[in-house]
């Protein structure tokens, strides 16, 4: 009697292993798309949590695919600006609460003395802001062009000592100054102000007010809501 034993063992082994490749690739697809998913979230988050967020900050976010050879995905804030400031700078406080970094007009002003060490800028009564609820860049050049701060943060100062830098100030019908110490004769806090000539008078309206310290409490629940996704998807 012959007994012949055949197999596709060889054919078993290799749709296995095709198998464990293809589940490796759909692997890598799914986190990355789950990381999709968690980003567009937190961009409704931010909708919810921040009045009136730019399309800068909107953004903001950035999604690092997973591959077969490194099957992990990330979303994570964008940490270059051009002149601005990262969002990884502005945005993570309201993540982790605490203070802040320092803004580029507040670099400037310290640079130039007008500001002291470990003090911020907070906007006041005559800050000019946009749609956004920020204080106007326009108003912001034109402090440090007046005060003569020097360059940063991308903002461009000129001499006031000039013609056309005076010519422009007239224009511009508005007088800014800084009050860096607690020790002046008007008694105001430190800090910008402008001041507006009428023609019966004049008016001082605060911009900034210099501070301390800028705490922040967590508003934006970024890992909160991206674990829900990732845990849902």
């Given amino acids: 009697m012959q007994i012949s034993i055949s197999n596709n063992f060889a054919d078993v082994a290799k749709k296995i ?10 692997a890598a697809v799914a986190l990355t798309k789950t990381a999709g998913e968690v980003r567009d979230e937190l961009k409704s988050e931010m909708r919810r949590a921040f009045d009136r967020p730019t399309p800068f900050t909107l953004n903001s976010l950035r ?6 050879a490194k099957p992990v995905a990330y979303v994570w804030l964008k940490d270059e600006a051009g002149k601005g400031t990262p969002a990884d700078r502005y945005l993570r406080p309201q993540i982790t609460g605490g203070s802040r970094a320092l803004k580029g007009m ?6 130039s003395g007008l500001m002291q060490r470990g003090q911020f800028a907070v906007p006041a009564a005559g800050a000019l802001l946009d749609a956004y609820g920020n204080v106007k860049r326009s108003q912001i050049v034109q402090i440090l062009s007046q005060l003569r701060a020097q360059r940063g943060g991308g903002y461009e100062s ?9 010519r422009s100030v007239k224009k511009q019908g508005v007088t800014y100054f800084a009050i860096s110490s ?5 008694k105001l806090a430190p800090g910008i102000y402008l001041k507006k000539i009428f023609g019966h008078g004049s008016a001082i309206k605060p911009v900034f007010i210099f501070v301390p310290s800028v705490q922040y409490k967590p508003r934006f629940k970024f890992f909160e809501v991206a674990s829900e996704v990732a845990q849902r998807r």
């Avoid at 292993?17 to 690739?25: C, L, N, S, V, W």
């Avoid at 507040?106 to 640079?111: F, G, M, N, V, Y």
């Avoid at 607690?182 to 008007?186: D, G, L």
């Fill in 182 to 186: 607690q020790n002046n004769r008007a």
């Fill in 106 to 111: 507040e670099k400037a002003l310290q640079s």
């Fill in 17 to 26: 292993k095709d198998i464990g490749r293809q589940a490796e690739y759909a």
């Fill in 158 to 166: 000129r001499k006031s000592e000039s013609k056309a830098s005076k």
């Fill in 63 to 68: 999604v690092k695919s997973a591959s077969v």
